[in-house]
């Protein structure tokens, strides 16, 4: 996804103009906080959240979705990235443009942020506990950083960039939903990650499919439970992680005698 929003910039610099040094990207790509033309372009729905208004607006954009992205990845998987990274900056793009009716937001956004704060916020909803070292400050909670964060969007949300800055919200909003969906059994990415994959199987003709086979077998029926749909790391390797990561902080003698005692059993 990184890669995706560097090439597009980059493709983007046919709208830079240098005589006044700013970006003037056309009603089609852009989303509006006028209706109408949101209409017309039902794409800029989301074509808006792969553009940027400047070089330091990607860079930012991209060192926090590095940082937030492999938080996701630890513990779901590509395609919920995916999805949730889309949905996100559909939603958000619905609630600017559902704002610009009660407040004025300009003429309109680009960016990647709201997606990005949908991926922080949902890595935050599941495991707000998780130490995060930071150059300077150590390690600090996860959610110290994503309260951080809010916290500015929501100071700044009258003074500048309004519209920006409701649509981060909205994406934060959108990840903390996403997350406590999807530990109820719902995984809102994999509808979209299914129209991904038919269009996928439609430009990739020569692929061929498995005939469906029915199969037929005895088994002894048990109780159906309920499981939930987040997808995670096995649980032993996530723990020597959190061991390993402990030793590499504190050194050995830091760990208490069940994780030496663990260690030692998966040692073997």
Known sequence: MIFWNIGIFLISLIFYQFKFQIFAF????????????????????????????GFWHLVFNMLVLNFAGRLFLTYFTAKQFL?????????????????????????GIVGASAAIMAILVATTTYQPLMNVRLFLFGNVKLWYITAVIILLDLMQILVENTGGHIAHLSGAFFGFVYIRLLQNGTD?????????????????????????????????????????????????????????????????????????????????
Request: glycine fraction near 6%.
């Open 26 to 53: 056309p009603d089609w790509i852009s989303l509006s906080s006028n209706y109408s033309l949101a209409l017309r372009y039902p794409w800029t729905l989301l074509s808006y959240a792969f553009f940027h208004s």
């Open 83 to 107: 999805g949730l990274y889309l949905l996100s900056a559909i939603f958000a793009g619905i609630m600017f443009v559902l704002a610009a009716f009660f407040i004025p937001l300009g003429t």
């Open 188 to 268: 809102l990415s994999k509808g979209i990650t299914s129209v991904l994959n038919f269009f996928s199987n439609i430009f990739r003709p020569g692929k061929k499919t498995v005939p469906f086979k029915k199969i037929h077998k005895n088994y002894n029926p048990q109780p159906t439970k309920t499981v939930s749909k987040i997808v995670t790391k096995d649980r032993n390797q996530q723990q020597i992680d959190e061991i390993l990561d402990k030793i590499s902080r504190s050194g050995y003698d830091s760990l208490t005698k069940q994780e030496k005692e663990f260690l030692f059993k998966v040692g073997k």
